[in-house]
C-alpha cells in the first residue's frame, strides 16, 4: 500500500506565493517520477510539473517561469513552489507518484484558490 500526502494548500491573492508538499509512503521501493497536476471547476486534469529519475523537468506554459518543481529522495517527497500566483492558478492540486514499475499514484488533493 502506497500513500501519498499532500499539504500546502490554501488560499492566497493573486502575486502570492504557495509551497505544495507530497510525501510518498508506504511500499514504495523505488521511484520512476514524480509530477503535479491540477484540476479547475469544469475542466479536465492537467500536467503543471513534472521531474523524473533522470532529472529531466518540465512544465506547463502557462506556468513556466512562476511555479518550481523539486523533490527529496531520501524523504520520498516532491515540492511545488508556486510564485506570481494567478486567479487562473485555482484548482485542486494533486500529486503524481510513478514508482519503478511504472505504477501510478495518486494523492487526495489540495486546493489551492487566488483571489483577485
Known amino acids: 500500500q502506497v500513500q501519498l500526502v499532500e499539504s500546502g494548500g490554501g488560499l492566497v491573492q493573486a502575486g502570492g506565493s504557495l509551497r505544495l508538499s507530497c510525501a510518498a509512503s508506504?511500499?514504495?521501493?523505488?521511484?520512476?517520477?514524480m509530477a503535479w497536476y491540477r484540476q479547475a471547476p469544469g475542466k479536465q486534469r492537467e500536467l503543471v510539473a513534472f521531474?523524473?529519475?533522470?532529472?529531466?523537468?518540465s512544465y506547463a506554459d502557462s506556468v513556466k517561469g512562476r511555479f518550481t518543481i523539486s523533490r527529496d529522495l531520501a524523504k520520498n517527497t516532491v515540492y511545488l513552489q508556486m510564485s506570481s500566483l494567478k486567479p487562473e492558478d485555482t484548482a485542486v492540486y494533486y500529486c503524481?507518484?510513478?514508482?519503478?514499475?511504472?505504477?501510478?499514484?495518486w494523492g487526495q488533493g489540495t486546493q489551492v484558490t487566488v483571489s483577485s
Open positions: 521531474i523524473n529519475i533522470g532529472d529531466r523537468i
Open positions: 503524481n507518484v510513478v514508482d519503478g514499475s511504472r505504477r501510478p499514484y
Open positions: 508506504g511500499s514504495i521501493f523505488s521511484i520512476n517520477a
